[in-house]
């Protein structure tokens, strides 16, 4: 199990090279800009990644949400929608990959993933009840606490240690989640959300002995437990290459018993199921479906598009087949570790070992000088951008939002900055000009000046924050 992590496929398989499963049909030309014409774009966008037009953009590292490219599968699946406002033909083929993939028993299509999680948290949440989670998501710990719900963190400790090579850092630790049941009575928990991978701790994975244990201890005291199942197909190939016992097993085999340890999940279908838009949410609770599918008409849509086109769901429906593809997960994995490989070589610091679906740079190592209040990681995103018009996003203290009870800021102990590499979209050459822009600023760090916020929304601030650089 604790088999060294951080190592390109190509060691992998004896130093033989390999690639993509798939060849280029289509292409989209990518603009280039001048240092002026992004200090200009940079100024613009009060130096928040979020507020770039995207043909600003030369390389999109933003997000690998609703980035995937599609197949030439699903692009015929797309032409094959139901536009019938109720029962289209493309929800049940829907529902039927959900069932058979994930294995739960009902289905509920939302717009995308936060939309699931708003239904969840409003049907299973009360008032004054708390809701433990590994690490948090943004939009995830938002609807929760919308709710009426506290979140609590019980993810272990080495998750939060950029340096700790720990193989399944989005692990539970079960002595945190025993002591808040203890504390606040397993009656006002309802439910466990467990993240596979854990997009916040740098795409970690679960394991699935992790997954099993936190269901034995919560079953003691009739706790459910609900994934964020965004990447667990991504989760099921570490578990693969990592976990004894799997190696043998397809993906398909372990994402199914994974979700066997939960009674349902959330799921933005941006991320592992290779589309644009869409989502759902999955229970094996019945009294929960119907709730949920009463509230779903109110927020989404009628119960069978939830705000998705027909064709979006038949692109959904194939995306799902195509995400268990053990070669195309070990290509996707593997474009990550290939940009993980460059920067360990430069001595760039980043979050190891790397995880899923993106490389997390350690902005408090780039900039020693910078207090977390003068927003290290919102700096180094836009030195990267000012470089070469790649595109990474912040993720640290902008992004982890105010206490809502004194004000402050919350302070993660994580100052991040993250490169995620959207699905199919970008090749190995692209990756290089990444690391070769990353070394240049990380050459220019010590004369690098940080930020002071200038606008601050209220909700999910990071989205639409405007900065300004503090003067030399
Ligand atoms: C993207 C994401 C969500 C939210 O999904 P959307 O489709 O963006 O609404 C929830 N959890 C995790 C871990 C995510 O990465």
Known sequence: MNQPVSRTMGQQFGRRSWAEPWKIKMVEPLTVTTREERQKALEEAGYNTFLLRSEDVYIDLLT????????????????????????????????????????????????????????????AIRLGDHVP???????????????????????????????????????IDLDKLQRLIDQVGADKIPYVCLAVTVNMAGGQPV????????????????????????????????IQEREEGYSDKSLA?????????????????????????????????????????????????????????????EAMAIGIEESV??????????????LGDLLDQWGIPFMKPVGGHAIFLD????????????????????????????????????????DQVTGDHHRPKLELTRLTIPRRVYTQAHMDVVAESLKAVYEARESTRGLRMVYEPKYLRFFQARFERLPG
Not at 79 to 91: I, V, W
Not at 108 to 122: D, I, M
């Open 207 to 238: 394991s699935m002995a992790n997954a099993r244990a936190v269901r034995e201890l919560t079953a003691r005291y009739g706790i459910k437990i609900y994934l964020d199942a965004t990447r667990a197909v991504e989760n099921a190939l570490f």
């Open 363 to 402: 902005a408090r190592a780039f900039y020693p000088q910078l207090e977390q209040d003068q927003f290290p990681a919102q700096t180094l995103a836009a030195e990267l951008y000012l470089d070469s018009g790649i595109r990474a996003m912040e993720r640290g203290i902008v992004s982890a939002g105010r």
């Open 64 to 123: 690998d949400s609703g980035t995937s490219a599609m197949s030439d599968r699903q692009w015929a699946g797309m032409m094959l929608g139901d536009e019938a406002y109720a029962g289209s033909r493309n929800f049940y083929h829907l529902e039927t990959a959900i069932q058979t993939y994930y294995g739960y028993k009902y289905v509920v299509p939302t717009h995308q993933g936060r939309g699931a999680e708003n239904l969840l948290s409003q049907a």
């Open 325 to 338: 593809n053990v070669d195309y997960m070990r290509s996707r994995i593997g474009q990550v570790r290939y």
């Open 133 to 171: 989670g590994n690490m948090y998501f943004t939009t995830t710990r938002f609807h929760q606490e919308h709710a009426g719900a506290t979140f609590h963190d019980v993810i272990i400790d080495e998750a939060h240690d950029t340096a700790s090579l720990h193989p399944f850092k989005g692990n």
């Open 253 to 313: 085999e372990i994402l199914r018993e994974f979700c066997s340890y939960s009674d349902g999940a959330t799921m933005s279908g941006k991320k592992d199921h290779l589309v644009n838009i869409g989502g759902w949410l999955a229970t094996n609770d019945r009294e929960l479906f119907e709730e949920a599918r009463n509230l779903v008409v109110v927020y989404e849509g009628l119960h069978t598009y939830g705000g998705m086109a027909g064709r979006d769901m």
